[in-house]
């Protein structure tokens, strides 16, 4: 999982993989709105490869990524243990202070 939040951290990897919600594109498509040397590309894309974000595959002489979505399900897992525990949270916290007697207030 720490892999993937270091993934997620950078703002350049988040546009990444928001443009390849549209499909699959090459490393020269992905570089194109970033003012960015390719080699710096591509260690943002090796970055995201190895936390399991993306995987890429050969289309002649380009290098073709996309989208590996399991990934991001387990994440949505991981943040939906958190939510539904704080969900609870508040609820126990707006019945006290729905229960709560005026009176007592300061």
Known sequence: MDSLFSA???PTRRAILDRLRKGEASA???????????????RHLRTLREAGLIDDRRAGTKRMFRLK?????ELDAWLDRFRTTMEASYA???????EKDPDDAP
């Open 28 to 42: 020269s498509d992905l570089a194109r709105p970033f003012e960015l040397s390719q080699p710096a590309v591509s």
């Open 8 to 10: 997620l951290a950078d």
């Open 69 to 73: 979505p399991h990934r991001l399900s």
């Open 92 to 98: 126990r916290l707006d019945t006290l202070l729905t």
